[in-house]
């Protein structure tokens, strides 16, 4: 049973540069202490939380792809993170999952954050998307989506459970760090998996203030991995797959999950 070692970036956003973004986070994979299965990056780690996506976004051959493909293939570890993508001449937040062979998959983010507009400028996803990586299952999710239990939910799926681990990168504001903190932590617990979310620091041009605290949470809602309040972080913490099942095995609360099916709509 493979464990699996996560790093995660949480990385001040230069608004709208991708350049300098990508260059910032270029420096902070020189950090990585050691060999790490998975690199978490933020939402938008391109440009930040814009919502002028025109001249910003890019297509599924573009440069932010390419740049995942190379540095995941250089630090032989999968790459996650999410940036504008235009498609069918409609803006997606999409998050991407490259892996060190270039073997990809995406998730577009079902629920967007009205309040600041979001649901006007981008397309919602309407897939849920389960990712296999190294033994584990993995369920991909973007910022908003955290507050809607329902899409996140674990469930029974022709005999075995949905996911391992819950993989969320965000840009959520200090304001709200005590809702991100309990809806990871909770997370966590209700699904009976480890929960990883990754946020950014600093101040966007809008004047809103991010202070990351990124953390990892065992199937316990227990913070395996904090990174420091608005600081620069690189930091990793290898995950247990034997763990995992102990803790499925002595405490099979999965055996009473509900039955349920999603509608889109």
């Not at 350049?19 to 202490?33: G, H, P, R, S, Y």
């Not at 899409?151 to 990168?169: A, F, K, P, T």
């Not at 966007?204 to 809602?221: C, H, M, R």
């Amino acid at each position: 049973m493979q464990n699996l070692s996560i790093t995660i970036i949480q990385s001040e956003l230069r608004w709208r540069n991708p350049q300098e973004n990508l260059q910032t986070f270029d420096n902070l994979f020189e950090q990585i202490a050691s060999e790490t299965d998975l690199v978490v990056l933020p939402e938008m780690f391109t440009t930040g939380f814009t919502m002028q996506p025109e001249g910003l976004s890019e297509t599924m051959d573009g440069q932010a792809i390419g740049w995942m493909r190379s540095r995941a293939r250089k630090l032989s570890a999968a790459i996650v993170g999410s940036f504008i993508v235009e498609e069918n001449n409609r803006y997606l937040n999409r998050l991407v999952f490259m892996k060190p062979d270039g073997e990809m998959q995406y998730y577009d983010k079902k629920h967007l954050f009205r309040l600041a507009g979001e649901d006007e400028k981008y397309q919602p996803g309407d897939k849920k998307v389960i990712i296999h990586y190294k033994g584990w299952k993995i369920l991909p999710l973007i910022c908003y989506d955290l507050r809607f239990p329902v899409w996140s939910c674990n469930r029974i799926v022709e005999g075995q459970i949905e996911y391992d681990l819950m993989v969320l990168v965000a840009n959520w504001p200090q304001v709200r760090n005590y809702a991100w903190k309990t809806l990871l932590t909770a997370r966590a617990i209700e699904n009976q998996a480890f929960v990883a979310g990754v946020n950014r620091i600093g101040i966007d041009e809008n004047g809103k203030v991010y202070s990351g605290d990124s953390l990892v949470a065992d199937p316990w809602g227990a913070h395996i991995l904090i990174a420091p309040p608005s600081q620069t972080s690189v930091q990793s913490v290898v995950i247990s797959m034997q763990e995992l099942q102990k803790i499925r095995s002595n405490f099979p609360f999965h055996r009473d999950w509900d039955n349920f099916t999603i509608n889109i709509s």
